[in-house]
């Protein structure tokens, strides 16, 4: 019976042994599995930031390139003026008229008709500067600067 004592110990450690190793490695491969995770985790959080990141550069880019559009939208618009002088003669009576005439164009293309604005004339009364006054289109506002009030009157 020796003999098989020997045997059955034999495979019994060996056994015990296979178990021994079997948990040995199963606990490593679970630190190996755990170590990838956390590879993988710091990879994700990477490369979230880099595409929040690359998103918000985009985004830049986009309103600097829109704001670009704009500017040069605006640049090519602009205001063609002219002004002239008119009489009315009514019986013994002759008035002076300043007349403004202003249209809107973008490049050589005109997005507006002309528009007439009459205003009487005193005398002594710079033409021209009262023509700028009269600005439908051309005004402080439109260019950015700080408009003054200037008041005008009616003259019958």
Known sequence: MTPIWWVVGSATCAVGTGLLVCF?????MEVLLSKQREELAEARATLASQKESLENSLRT???????????DFLADIRVEERHYTREHKVLFRSRKMLVRQERIF???IPLSNWV???MPI????????MAQTMSIF????????????TKRKLLS
């Open 138 to 149: 051309a005004n402080a506002a439109l260019f950015g600067e700080v408009p003054q009030v």
């Open 61 to 71: 880019a986009e309103e600097t390139t829109k704001r670009q559009a704009m500017d």
């Open 106 to 108: 973008f490049r050589n």
């Open 24 to 28: 040995i490695m199963q606990s490593r």
């Open 122 to 129: 005193e005398e002594g009364v710079d033409t021209d500067k």
């Open 116 to 118: 007439e604005q009459e």
